[in-house]
């Protein structure tokens, strides 16, 4: 699987949307960007995923460069229950694959009053 | 609530003791993982069970024994641990071997402490 650079953390502003860049240049044609947040002592929560499109759900968007060598997640409107480590994690989708992710150091986002 | 139960949420435990984690999920799915998550790193993979079969042991020690008697209970069996395996116990669970999706729902975990 490609290996995934993010910032080690960030500050947002309550009310504003946070971005949160993540940088997968190796990726390749099958594998898929995920995106998974942990707050903090609790269990690590899925939010997105991607392949090439942009993505939008009830939680975020998911924005794919075109050459899809970098993503950013985006929350349009962060809350203070926001605050938590968020992960990318870029994972080949196949029926012969294995099922496991392999979590890095993720992204610390403070969200600030 | 993701619908992956993890009980007990704390355990305390002595290095001659023995426990179990036990796991459970209301959502269909038909693989479990355990995660160890220790103070500052990032979650490390224990193990992976496919359809009740364990399909993954990322060199875990001998320690650890996980159980899986169907696919919606999963067990962590612990036996004579070390200081340095307290930590967040982490289970999840998600489609089987065989589909596309990543997705995966955690549980609460179990904060492990060896004393």
């Known amino acids: 699987d490609a290996k995934t650079t993010q910032p080690t953390s960030m500050d947002c502003a309550e009310g504003r949307a946070a971005n949160l860049p993540c940088n997968h240049s190796t990726i390749s044609g099958n594998e898929y960007v995920y995106w998974y947040r942990q707050i903090h002592s609790q269990g690590p929560q899925y939010i997105i995923h991607?392949?090439?499109n942009n993505e939008t759900n009830e939680m975020a968007s998911l924005i794919i460069t075109e050459d899809r060598k970098s993503s950013t997640l985006i929350l349009p409107h962060a809350t203070l229950r926001d605050t938590a480590v968020y992960y990318c994690i870029v994972r080949v989708a196949s029926y012969n694959a294995g099922n496991m992710l392999t979590f890095g150091g993720g992204t610390r986002l403070m969200v600030k009053p | 609530e993701t619908g992956v139960t993890q009980t007990p949420r704390h355990l305390v435990m002595g290095m001659t003791n023995k426990k179990s984690l036990k796991c459970e999920q209301h959502?269909?799915?038909?693989?479990m993982y355990w995660y160890k998550q220790s103070a500052k790193k990032p979650l490390e993979l224990m193990f992976v069970y496919n359809f009740k079969e364990q399909t993954e042991n990322n060199s875990v020690p001998s320690r650890f024994s996980p159980e899986c008697p169907n696919s919606s209970h999963l067990f962590l069996h612990l036996h004579t641990l070390q200081p340095e395996d307290s930590a967040l116990y982490l289970c999840a669970s998600s489609q089987g071997r065989g589909g596309l999706s990543y997705e995966q729902y955690f549980g609460p975990g179990t904060r492990l402490t060896v004393t």
């Open positions: 959502l269909g799915h038909n693989a």
């Open positions: 991607g392949l090439k």
